[in-house]
């Protein structure tokens, strides 16, 4: 009898609890949530602000993902906040979220640069791989933590071109004095050879170039740069792209507003980012061709490599800026030496896939 009572009440009472827990589960997953989110890049840049793989596509792609639980409205550079303010934005929680490139907080954290390209760095395989499975998201959690940020990928251009330049680069001599719009890394390379480097938004290059205020401005690839007129400031564009093998599109996030979310958005946001930074990419190897094309044939644009030499002193110079910086703050020093290490390794393995491809398959084809 007692045990018939006891097994009733069990029941009685798991179902009671089943009861009461359903609201609360309900609750949960019918919470909203309201974000905005601020970007370093002017209204309707192509990759950067619209297009796919764009923040304003992750924007909409994380809205139907959370069946509205979760929207972000997006805002261009200046619509809410200056171009280069989103860092401070995001980590005093005046906005959500923001979309740029993480070199831009070099002032405030020099390891930050790492994550968005290194000269003669990793391409896209590479530093995605690094990112996701070689452990650079966790240094990237652990440089932005005392800043209650949420760092990750969303976005890759791939390689960048060198950029464009009102005269032709023929030897060192003609980067004494030169003045030219690069951000980085690959600015304070370009500095040790007397280069004046300027850091532009994107938005302000082309009347720059224009007037002559700069002599030089790298900016993204043939896409982007046409969309922006760059070819018709400047004629010599170089293709070398050492400074940016690729460049990552990072999103930060509020950490309090980060915790804020259910497992189940938090999941979402990553997810999201994690397609944008394939969409963007693949976006960008589908455009590039076409616009270089049309910028030799139809715009009177000479483009073509650096000369062997001058490669080879930018990287010379690159390891000497890359060490220096180590060298003077540990933070940059741990994350410069896992980057190499990975690299090393990485290296390892396109030496014999990627490379060999380009090198060998795609010039016995070329002479068919």
């Known amino acids: ?3 018939r009572f006891f097994v009733k009440a069990g029941l009685l009472g798991g179902a009671a609890a089943a009861t009461f827990a359903k609201p609360n589960i309900a609750t949960a997953q019918a919470k909203t949530f309201q974000w905005k989110m601020t970007n370093a890049y002017g209204p309707g840049s192509p990759f950067y602000v619209a297009g796919p793989g764009s923040p ?3 924007c909409e792609m994380v809205k139907k993902m959370s069946g509205g639980r979760l929207t972000i409205q997006h805002f261009a550079a200046g619509e809410l906040i200056p171009a ?3 860092f401070d934005a995001v980590s005093k929680g005046i ?4 979309a740029a490139n993480s070199y831009f907080w070099a002032g405030k954290i020099p390891a930050a640069q790492y994550f968005t390209t290194v000269p003669f760095g990793l391409n896209f395989q590479g530093m995605t791989a690094w990112i996701y499975h070689g452990g650079g998201q966790k240094l990237w959690d652990e440089l932005y933590a005392p800043f209650d940020l949420v760092p990750m990928a969303m976005g890759n251009t791939g390689v960048q071109m060198t950029g464009w330049y009102r005269k032709p680069i023929t030897g060192l001599d003609d980067y004494k004095g030169l003045k030219m719009r690069i951000p980085g890394l690959a600015g304070k390379v370009y500095a040790t050879l007397g280069v004046d480097v300027k850091l532009l938004p994107g938005g302000e290059i082309f009347p720059a170039l224009e007037r002559g205020v700069i002599d030089a401005a790298e900016f993204v690839g043939p896409y982007q740069d046409r969309r922006l007129g760059l070819h018709k400031a400047a004629k010599f564009y170089y293709t070398t792209g050492w400074h940016e093998p690729s ?5 930060i996030v509020n950490k309090k507003a980060w915790e804020s979310l259910p497992p189940d958005l938090q999941e979402i946001v990553r997810a ?3 397609a944008c930074n394939t969409i963007s990419h693949t976006w960008c190897e589908a455009t590039n061709a076409e616009a270089l094309d049309d910028l030799v044939k139809n715009q009177g644009v000479t483009a073509q490599p650096l000369p062997p030499q001058i490669v080879a002193k930018l990287k010379e110079a690159t390891e000497v800026v890359l060490n220096d910086g180590a060298a003077k703050d540990p933070a940059m020093k741990k994350v410069h030496d896992a ?3 990975f690299k090393a390794n990485h290296d390892k393995w396109a030496g014999v896939s990627e490379s060999v ?6 010039g016995q084809l070329s002479k068919a």
């Open 272 to 274: 999201a980012a994690a």
């Open 247 to 251: 460049n990552v599109t990072e999103l």
């Open 56 to 58: 304003t596509d992750f």
């Open 95 to 98: 906005v959500e979220m923001n």
């Open 357 to 362: 491809y380009q090198s060998q398959i795609r």
């Open 339 to 341: 980057f190499l290490a």
């Open 84 to 86: 280069l303010e989103g």
């Open 1 to 3: 009898m007692k045990r």
